[in-house]
């Protein structure tokens, strides 16, 4: 899940830098590739799964591994490496991402692949720390929203197209291609970056003990409770939706990548939705589409069941792409909401959380789909969904006065 700035990076001032409209454009792709290469093994769990000769669910366990090295990892290493000039950080990013990519492209085994995704999971989140920092930093103040949004085009377009475009590829080149092709893209894109981008200095580090002050609120702790809960419900499913519309829906695997970019291209009316209604309800908006999200699975899975592939089994599978999708958004804003100040530091703590539920959610899910088939892990996820339904009544109780935070 994509971050905003790291806390290190906040309150900084910046002047514009040249070259600026080309290398906050080079950053989007970046952005794209990068968090395409975190999301793409969902779409390609089933082929590498049937190639290493292991089960569906121990090769989702990859995601487990990426998201937890990228939630205890993240916020140190972006620390760490604050002082690096963005450039130079952004070139070693892209290389190393080149170099997992390709490992992952030849890997003999699942323990290969493992390592191949070890590594881009430790540099993932330093990216996400300092993008959207350096692009308003080349932009300047007048331009840096439009800057920060364009960068965040290239996030938003990794999750909603880059696991099925990459499913797409890999059933045309195979799942090693896929992977090759994503190293082949960090290459380039490190290069033009190196050729495009001008020198951008580190910003100065802002004090933490200040900031810290809202680890000791019990409502903003909830509310990261909360994105991790929410998380575990969305990924549960979610990491297993290629494998449940082949082995469930009966849909050839050869069109499983088309369906998942008609999931990906409904959730952008829940990305605008879950944007238009967070600001002023957060909660609320939160628990409404909790209960969408669990709708739209457990209806995905009953049409699938009894129906098959049908008007109605797309609907529920649009419902479920919708609510997925907006629910990101809405864990980011949400938290940022519940934090009184340090609001760069919350976004970053919900990064770290959403991630603790990716890698819940998958675990959970993998137990699940052995226990009682890919057919049925809807439903797991839909019960999870209303657990967070539930917890957000709690949490309303724990809320200031100020209306914006319910």
Request: glycine share 10%; aromatic share 8%.
């Amino acid at each position: 899940m994509p971050a905003v700035q790291s806390a290190a990076d906040a309150g900084a001032t910046h002047s514009p830098a040249k070259g600026g409209a080309a290398s906050i454009a080079i950053l989007a792709v970046a952005a794209f590739v990068i968090v395409t290469t975190e999301f793409l093994i969902v779409g390609l769990l089933p082929a590498l799964a049937r190639d290493l000769n292991i089960s569906v669910a121990s090769a989702g366990q990859l995601v487990t591994l990426f998201a937890v090295v990228v939630m205890l990892c993240g916020p140190f290493l972006t620390a760490w490496l604050a002082h690096i000039d963005r450039k130079r950080l952004f070139i070693a990013i892209l290389v190393l991402f080149a170099a997992a990519n390709g490992l992952a492209a030849v890997a003999p085994n699942i323990w290969v692949l493992a390592i191949a995704r070890l590594v881009p999971a430790l540099a993932l989140p330093v990216f996400w720390g300092t993008a959207s920092e350096t692009a308003g930093q080349i932009a300047g103040p007048e331009r840096s929203g439009r800057a920060v949004s364009t960068v965040y085009l290239g996030i938003s377009a990794a999750m909603l197209f880059g696991i099925p475009i990459g499913t797409l590829a890999s059933d045309a080149i195979g799942w090693r291609g896929a992977f090759a092709l994503l190293a082949v893209l960090s290459l380039v894109i490190a290069v033009l970056i190196a050729i495009s981008m001008p020198a951008v200095r580190a910003a100065q580090p802002v004090a933490m003990r200040a900031q810290t002050r809202i680890l000791k609120s019990p409502f903003f702790l909830a509310n990261v409770a909360l994105s991790i809960l929410v998380f575990t419900a969305m990924f549960t499913g979610y990491t297993y939706l290629a494998e449940m519309l082949e082995k469930s829906a009966g849909i050839a695997p050869a069109q499983v990548g088309w369906w998942l970019m008609g999931f990906g291209a409904v959730g952008l009316v829940g990305n605008w939705l879950g944007g238009l209604w967070v600001d002023r309800k957060p909660l609320a908006t939160t628990a409404l589409f909790c209960v969408v999200l669990a709708l739209g699975m457990a209806a995905t899975m009953a049409l699938a069941h009894h129906t098959g592939i049908g008007i109605g089994f797309a609907v529920a599978l649009g419902v479920w792409g919708i609510a997925n999708t907006a629910l990101y958004p809405i864990c980011q804003i949400r938290v940022m909401k519940a934090a009184s100040g340090a609001q760069a530091l919350a976004g970053t703590i919900n990064v770290s959380a959403a991630n603790g539920g990716i890698a819940l959610g998958a675990l959970i899910g993998g137990v699940g789909i052995s226990s009682w088939g890919a057919g049925n892990i809807g439903y797991l996820s839909a019960a999870i969904a209303l657990l967070a339904v539930l917890a957000v009544v709690l949490i309303v109780k724990l809320a200031p006065d100020a209306p914006a935070t319910r």
